[in-house]
């Protein structure tokens, strides 16, 4: 755990608006090292770190999906799922304008824009999962039912 104190973020006011329990992990942040980096520096299992990744249908309408860190997304299945023809991971400058957060300190709290969030649904069989907080070298830990209780998250299986 880093000496520095625990941002205050979007993501922190809502979970906070909501009164969801939650823990600080601050981690010393790499440049495209992703989850490994962050399970690493946390001491934790990278499959209960979740990604939040922003991406656009084929009408560039954007969504969130949460996924495994040790886990990809099938974007054929995601698409035929959700109903829609194609699904793209979007241009990291059109996903911080949607989320209002940097790449890589992205999370699926307090977003700029309302968008839907898809959730790989084993992820709700986890006890506790870390996602980050919106900060790059911030995640937060709670239970995955505040997760559902918060973001409402629509149920999908789209891992690979």
Do not use: W
């Amino acid at each position: 755990m880093s000496k520095h104190k625990a941002p205050v973020t979007p993501a922190i006011r809502q979970l906070r608006a909501h009164k969801v329990a939650f823990s600080d992990h601050l981690y010393r942040y790499e440049s495209g090292g992703g989850t490994c980096v962050s399970a690493r520096e946390l001491g934790v299992d990278e499959h209960t770190v979740i990604k939040t990744l922003v991406m656009e249908d084929e009408n560039k309408n954007p969504l969130i999906i949460l996924m495994h860190g040790d886990c990809e997304v099938s974007t054929k299945t995601l698409a035929r799922s959700i109903g829609v023809k194609a699904i793209s991971p979007c241009k990291p400058d059109v996903a911080d304008r949607h989320s209002g957060y940097q790449v890589g300190g992205t999370s699926p709290f307090g977003t700029r824009k309302e968008m839907p969030v898809f959730c790989e649904e084993s992820i709700f069989d986890l006890e506790r999962i870390y996602i980050n907080g919106g900060k790059r070298g911030y995640l937060i830990a709670l239970s995955p039912a505040d997760l559902k209780r918060v973001l409402k998250p629509i149920p999908v299986s789209a891992a690979q």
